[in-house]
C-alpha cells in the first residue's frame, strides 16, 4: 500500500513537472512576442539628396552627432592659443647681450695694446704724451674687421672709434641699464603683442640718461636685436585645451519621437547619418540574423530557469497552481514591459514580478525571476537598433539585479503589507546608486544622469504602492496563505474570533494556549510558526454550533452527554470537525489554515465514548465510528497543532501537576499520536518531534508557573 502510493506521488509529480515545463514554455513565447515585436523596427528607403518618402522620427534617443561636432568646433575655435615661455630662447638671448659687453672688452683692449705698441717715446726711450685720434691708432678697415667679430657685429666705423673712446664707467653703466631690462623682460615672459611697448619703455629710460648719444644709440641696437618675444604658441597645450573644451560641450540629444525628417524633405548628410545611426535605412547594417539571436538569447535564459526551478524548486514546477501564478506574474510583468518600452525603454517593471512572487511564492522563486527578467528586459532597455546592448542595457541590467535583490531582502524580513512599499524605495535606491556609480565611469553628461537615476529610482516606489493594493486580489482568488493575511487573521477584531470569545470562551481560551504551544514548536524546527499559530487559533471554530457539547464550555455543571448515547455523543463530537470546514469556508479562511482544521485530530479515536459504547454494549462496538475521518496531518504545521490540541487538553486536566507530570503527560500523548500511524502521512521527523516535545514543556513551564499566594484579609495582621 505504501509503495502504490509513493509511486503515485511520483507519477503525480512527473505529470505536474510536465505541465509546468508547458507553461514555461508558453511564458517563453509571450516574452519572445513581446521582445521581437519591440525590439524590430521598420527600415525605410531614402538616400542624401533625396525627398523623404514620409515623415521619419526617431525610434529612441540618440545623439545628434553632426550638430554636436558643430559645437565642439565652435568650442575649439573659441579658446585662445596657449603661449609658453621658451626658456632656452630666453637665456641664449640673455647670454648673447652679455657676451657683447665681453667682447666689447676684449676688443677695447686689443685696441689698447695697438695704441701702446706704437706709442711715441723720445730719443732717451721715455714715453711721450699720446694725444693720437683713435682713427689715427686703428685704421678704419682694422677696425672694421673687429667689430664684425662681435656677437651683434657693427659695420659703422664712427660707432666704433666712439665706443673706443668712451669711459670705462660709461659702457659699465650701458651695460648696466640694458643687461637687467632685457633679463627682466626676457625671463618674466614677453610676448609679441607686448614687444613693442616694452621696447619703446625701455628706449625711454635709456633717452632719460647722461649716456652719451651714440652710446644710446649703441643700446637701442642691443634692445633691438636681444629684446625677442619670449612666450611663444605652445601647440600641443593648444589642442589639449580646445579638446578639453570641446568634450565639456553638452551632446545635441534627439529624443526618443523626434521628427528626424519631415515627408517630403530633402534628406541631408546629417539626418542619412542619423538615420544610419537608429538603423532604419534599408539596406545598411541589415542584420537578418538579429530575431534568432533574441529568440536565441531569450531561449537560454528560460532554459536556465527551468534548470533552476527543477533543481531547487521541484515542488513548485509540479504544482500546477504554483506555476500558473507565476505564469501570471511574469506575464503580467511583460505585457508591462512591452507597455513602458513605448513610453520609454530605460524604465524595467520587473519589480513587479520579483515582490509578488516574494510574497506569494518564495524567495528563492523571486531571486530566479529576479536574474530571468533583469536580463530579459534589459535587452530591451537600449531601446531598438544599435542600442541593443549598451550602455543603458547594461546599467539597467546592472541595477535590476541589484536593486531587485534588494527588495527581496526587505520584503522577506518584513510580514506586514507595507514593507513592500519600503522593498520599493530600497530597490529604487540601490538600482540609483547602481545607474549614478555607472555613467559617472562611462562619462556621461549630468543631464543624462539625472534622466536615467530618476527612472530607475521612482518607477520601483509606484510598482510597490500597486503591489500593495493588489495584493489581497491574488490572496483570495488564489487562495495564497501570506504574512500579512495571516496577520490579519489572528486580528482580535475577526468575526470568527469574536464569536468564540462570547459563544464559546472555553474553546477561546483552550485554542489560545494550543496556539501559544504551537506558535513556539514551530519555531524550534523552522515550520511557519505563523501558519502554526493561526491553524491553532482556528482549529475548533467548528465547536460554535454546539459550544454546549464541550466540557470546556460547560460552566453550569451539566453534561448534555449524559442524556444522549455513546454513538450519538461522538457523533456530535466528531461532527465539530465538518461545522469548522463550513464555517471557514464561509468566512474565506485561507485553505492552509483550513487544512489544519480538517487534519488536526487525523484519524485518531473518540476514546471516551468508545470504552463508555464498549462498557454499555457488554462486547465489541465498530471502532470505525468512533473514529475521525481524517485526514491525518501531511504538513508540520498541522502535525504540530494535532500534538498541542491533545496536550494542552490533557495537561490542563491534570490540575496543579508538577513538572514531572506534564512530561510524562506530554510524551505519553505525542507517543500515543505516533503508534496510532497519525504520521504516517506527514514529512516530520523524530529529531523533529523530539524538539517539539521540548518546546511545548517550555511553553508550559511559562504558562502554568506557580504563583505567590496572596493572605486572606482575615490573615492580615494590623
Known amino acids: 500500500m505504501a509503495n502504490d502510493r509513493r509511486k503515485k506521488k511520483r507519477r503525480f509529480r512527473s505529470t505536474g513537472q510536465f505541465i509546468g515545463l508547458l507553461l514555461l514554455a508558453g511564458l517563453f513565447a509571450l516574452n519572445a512576442l ?106 678704419q678697415d682694422e677696425l672694421l674687421t673687429m667689430l664684425a667679430k662681435l656677437p651683434m657685429p657693427l659695420s659703422d666705423a664712427s660707432l666704433g672709434y666712439e665706443l673706443l673712446s668712451a669711459t670705462d664707467e660709461e659702457l659699465l653703466r650701458l651695460k648696466e641699464i640694458v643687461v637687467p631690462k632685457i633679463t627682466e623682460q626676457l ?134 497552481k504554483q506555476m500558473f501564478m507565476l505564469l501570471l506574474i511574469v506575464g503580467i510583468a511583460i505585457l508591462l514591459e512591452w507597455a513602458c518600452f513605448l513610453l520609454e525603454p530605460r524604465i524595467v517593471p520587473s519589480l513587479l514580478a520579483v515582490l509578488l512572487c516574494t510574497v506569494l511564492l518564495s524567495r528563492e522563486a523571486a531571486q530566479a525571476v529576479n536574474v530571468l527578467l533583469a536580463l530579459s528586459f534589459g535587452l530591451m532597455a537600449g531601446g531598438n537598433g544599435s542600442g541593443m546592448l549598451g550602455s543603458s542595457s547594461l546599467l539597467s541590467v546592472a541595477a535590476s539585479l541589484l536593486g531587485g535583490q534588494a527588495a527581496i531582502l526587505v520584503a522577506t524580513g518584513n510580514e506586514r503589507r507595507g514593507s513592500l512599499i519600503a522593498a520599493g524605495g530600497a530597490a529604487g535606491g540601490v538600482g540609483a546608486i547602481v545607474v549614478l556609480s555607472g555613467c559617472a565611469i562611462l562619462g556621461k553628461s549630468f543631464d543624462e544622469t539625472l534622466i536615467h537615476s530618476g527612472l530607475v529610482l521612482l518607477p520601483p516606489v509606484v510598482i510597490a504602492v500597486f503591489c500593495v493594493g493588489m495584493l489581497s486580489v491574488w490572496e483570495n482568488v488564489f487562495d495564497v496563505v501570506t504574512p500579512a493575511r495571516l496577520h490579519e487573521l489572528l486580528n482580535g477584531n475577526h468575526p470568527l474570533q469574536r464569536k468564540m470569545m462570547t459563544v464559546a470562551p472555553g474553546t477561546f481560551h483552550h485554542s489560545m494556549m494550543t496556539a501559544s504551544l504551537a506558535e513556539g514548536a514551530a519555531e524550534a524546527i523552522g515550520a511557519n510558526a505563523l501558519l502554526a499559530r493561526a491553524g491553532a487559533a482556528y482549529h475548533d471554530v467548528g465547536k460554535l454550533r454546539r459550544p454546549a457539547y464541550f466540557s470546556e464550555n460547560q460552566t453550569d455543571g451539566r453534561n448534555i452527554h449524559d442524556t444522549l448515547s455513546p454513538a450519538e455523543s461522538a457523533d456530535f463530537i466528531i461532527a465539530h470537525q465538518r461545522d469548522a470546514e463550513a464555517l471557514l469556508q464561509k468566512y474565506h479562511v485561507p485553505a492552509a489554515v483550513r487544512a489544519i482544521a480538517a487534519e488536526h485530530h487525523g484519524t485518531t479515536l473518540v476514546a471516551y465514548f468508545y470504552h463508555k459504547a464498549k462498557q454499555a454494549a457488554g462486547q465489541a462496538v465498530d471502532e470505525a465510528a468512533y473514529r475521525y475521518p481524517g485526514p491525518r496531518p501531511t504538513t508540520r504545521e498541522s502535525a504540530i497543532v494535532m500534538f498541542a490540541d491533545s496536550c494542552e487538553a490533557a495537561v490542563r486536566s491534570l490540575g496543579d501537576a508538577t513538572a514531572e507530570q506534564m512530561a510524562d503527560m506530554v510524551h505519553k500523548v505525542i507517543r500515543g499520536k505516533i503508534d496510532d500511524g497519525q504520521l504516517a502521512d506527514c514529512p516530520i521527523t523524530m529529531q523533529e518531534i523530539a524538539r517539539i516535545e521540548k518546546s511545548f514543556l517550555l511553553t508550559f513551564s511559562g504558562i502554568l508557573h506557580d504563583r505567590v499566594r496572596y493572605p486572606e484579609e482575615e490573615d492580615v495582621q494590623i
Open 34 to 139: 513581446v521582445a521581437l515585436a519591440s525590439l524590430s523596427q521598420r527600415k525605410y528607403s531614402v538616400s542624401v539628396g533625396a525627398a523623404a518618402p514620409e515623415t521619419i522620427c526617431a525610434t529612441r534617443e540618440i545623439e545628434d552627432v553632426g550638430a554636436t561636432e558643430t559645437r565642439k568646433q565652435a568650442a575649439r575655435a573659441a579658446v585662445e592659443t596657449v603661449f609658453a615661455l621658451d626658456e632656452e630662447l630666453a637665456n641664449t638671448l640673455i647670454s648673447g647681450v652679455e657676451s657683447f659687453f665681453d667682447a666689447l672688452a676684449e676688443l677695447r683692449a686689443e685696441a689698447a695694446a695697438i695704441r701702446a705698441a706704437d706709442a711715441p717715446v723720445a730719443a732717451d726711450g721715455t714715453p711721450l704724451t699720446d694725444d693720437r685720434s683713435w682713427q689715427v691708432v686703428v685704421l
Open 187 to 320: 625671463t618674466a615672459g614677453l610676448s609679441e603683442e607686448a614687444l613693442e611697448s616694452t621696447a619703446a619703455s625701455a628706449l625711454r629710460e635709456l633717452q632719460i640718461t647722461t649716456l652719451p648719444t651714440r652710446l644710446k644709440e649703441l643700446g637701442e641696437m642691443l634692445y633691438d636685436r636681444y629684446l625677442q618675444p619670449t612666450l611663444l604658441p605652445d601647440e600641443e597645450a593648444t589642442a589639449r585645451e580646445r579638446e578639453l573644451a570641446a568634450d565639456t560641450v553638452t551632446p545635441v540629444v534627439i529624443s526618443r519621437g523626434s521628427v528626424i525628417v519631415e515627408k517630403g524633405e530633402t534628406v541631408t548628410s546629417s539626418d542619412y547619418a542619423t538615420l544610419v545611426s537608429l538603423g532604419l535605412v534599408s539596406g545598411v547594417n541589415d542584420n537578418g540574423l538579429f530575431p534568432l539571436g533574441v529568440v536565441g538569447a531569450l531561449l537560454a535564459a528560460y532554459v536556465l530557469f527551468a534548470w533552476y526551478l527543477q533543481r531547487a524548486l521541484p515542488s513548485l514546477l509540479a504544482s500546477s
